[in-house]
């Protein structure tokens, strides 16, 4: 069963930075697609990034490219969003998913999130203040 549990969110100011982790536990392969949602209040959730093994390519939402940056400890096995600049718009609740290698979505490569997820942790609020 894959497990995933985000942390690090938090308050932060306009212009400031925040870490997030998420420790995955339950894949029964070296392949994986991992990556970051984000849903803020009255808006549908969305994906902000995310990595798979089939091609060893990112994927960014255009509205955090530049800013954010998606890495992955695999000896650790945590997925990492480190996120700069950040903007009262990048106020939300963030979580980890992962897509199933055997599923549909895994076919796309690093652009798997944008057609959502298979398995959701539970969300980390990152609030920043203007």
């Known amino acids: 069963e894959v497990q995933l549990q985000a942390s690090g969110g938090g308050l932060v100011q306009a212009g400031g930075s925040l870490r997030l982790s998420c420790t995955v536990s339950?894949?029964?392969?070296?392949?994986?697609?991992i990556g970051w949602f984000r849903q803020a209040p009255g808006k549908e959730r969305e994906a902000v990034s995310c990595?798979?093994?089939?091609?060893?390519?990112?994927y960014y939402a255009d509205s955090v490219k530049g800013r954010f940056t998606i890495s992955s400890d695999n000896a650790k096995n945590t997925l990492y969003l480190q996120m700069n600049s950040l903007k009262p718009e990048d106020t939300a609740v963030y979580y980890c998913?992962?897509?199933?290698?055997?599923?549909?979505?895994?076919?796309?490569?690093?652009?798997?999130?944008?057609?959502?997820?298979?398995?959701w942790g539970k969300g980390t609020q990152v609030t920043v203040s203007s």
């Open positions: 990595i798979s093994s089939s091609d060893g390519t990112t």
């Open positions: 339950g894949f029964t392969s070296d392949d994986y697609a």
């Open positions: 998913a992962s897509a199933d290698v055997f599923g549909y979505r895994y076919t796309f490569g690093s652009r798997w999130c944008t057609y959502g997820a298979d398995y």
